[in-house]
């Protein structure tokens, strides 16, 4: 009996352990709800350290083309990213009209945006690590375009 | 009180004027070392729009020299000759600079105002326009730091601007409403303080 619960305890343990590792980068969240009247309402919390391994699993022709699509912006990414990341909680962007309110900003160490709109409600909030690693993986994707002779 | 005591006195006051003029120059400097924030604000009431940007100034300080595309290329852009027409700007700044504050630009007619000058330090300009026929005149106001302005043309040759040494100086201004646009229904506002909301 004592045995069985020393095992309980010894996979409860890692359990939890291994959810705080899952979530220690973060979640990304996306929040979904249609204001149609089949009203439908998508909510996926995923942590952020799967990204990289859904990264590994996407084709990797695709992600080799978008590595040489990204490769001139990337300096210019790496850079906000940083810089991003050292910057207190603000809004960085917000556009407001009649019947749409789009907000994007920085909140406790994630990008988030919000738009409310005649059809749906967005969120979507991703840990600016995780962007990182994504991009940084992007990059590695394709091989460095060879130096002219 | 003895002259002993007097003279201990004396040092301590001495003391504490120095401590408190450290401390003033430390919140001086801690101050000017705060991050700077620039504010884009287009409100337009016609169409019941808004739109706010706020961008830290460190950001775009980073971020700049690293873009290259078009004529972008390390903070610097790079303007057509065609563009400058032979006009030697940096002399008509040199010019500007070394005068003293004054309006060197008036033109006034039936519709408009246009003033150019030089206040404080700043280049000021201010155009009022009722040409539209609108109730309400379009004013357009600007304001930008010399030491900015010398920044923006700090490179060596006459076709180049600095925009990230422009951002950099811009950053160690003070704080400034750069822009103003106002007519009946919009209005645009882009201005540098040190809080990170545009409320």
């Known amino acids: ?149 | 009180m003895s002259p002993k005591t007097k003279i201990m006195l004396k040092n301590l006051q001495a003391v504490a004027a120095v401590c408190l003029l450290l401390a003033s120059i430390a919140t001086v400097a801690a101050a000017g070392s705060a991050e700077k924030y620039l504010h884009v604000k287009v409100d337009d009431q016609q169409n019941g729009e808004s739109v706010n940007v706020n961008l830290p100034l460190s950001l775009a300080e980073k971020v700049l020299p690293t873009v290259s595309k078009g004529n972008l290329h390390a903070g610097v852009v790079t303007i057509s000759d065609a563009d400058i027409d032979g006009v030697d700007i940096k002399a008509i700044l040199d010019a500007v600079r070394s005068a003293a504050d004054n309006e060197f630009v008036t033109v006034k007619d039936k519709d408009s105002d246009v003033r150019v000058a030089k206040s404080n330090g700043n280049l000021v300009i201010h155009v009022r326009d009722t040409s539209s026929g609108k109730e309400k005149a379009q004013k357009v106001d600007v304001t930008v730091p010399l030491k900015v302005v010398d920044a923006l043309f700090s490179t060596a040759k006459k076709n180049e601007l600095n925009v990230a040494a422009a951002i950099r100086a811009l950053g160690e201004a003070g704080e400034t409403i750069l822009v103003s646009v106002e007519d009946a229904s919009q209005h645009v506002r882009i201005w540098v303080d040190s809080r990170s909301t545009s409320e």
Do not use: F, W
């Open chain 1, 1 to 149: 009996m004592i045995l069985l619960g020393k095992i309980a305890l010894g996979v409860a343990a890692t359990a939890v352990a291994g959810v705080g590792l899952l979530c220690s980068e973060g979640m990304i969240v996306v929040n979904v709800v249609e204001k149609q009247p089949e009203h439908h309402h998508i909510y996926v919390p995923a942590p952020a350290m799967l990204l990289p391994i859904a990264m590994h699993l996407a084709p990797k022709g695709e992600l080799a083309q978008a590595s040489q699509e990204i490769r001139p912006y990337l300096p210019a990414i790496r850079a906000a990213m940083d810089q991003l990341r050292d910057c207190e909680d603000m809004t960085l962007a917000e556009v407001r009209g009649r019947e749409e309110h789009v907000l994007v900003a920085k909140r406790g160490g994630s990008i988030v945006v919000d738009a409310d709109t005649e059809d749906a409600t967005v969120h979507v909030s991703t840990p600016i690590r995780a962007v990182s690693s994504a991009i940084e993986q992007l990059a590695a994707a394709a091989p460095p375009p060879e130096s002219a002779p």
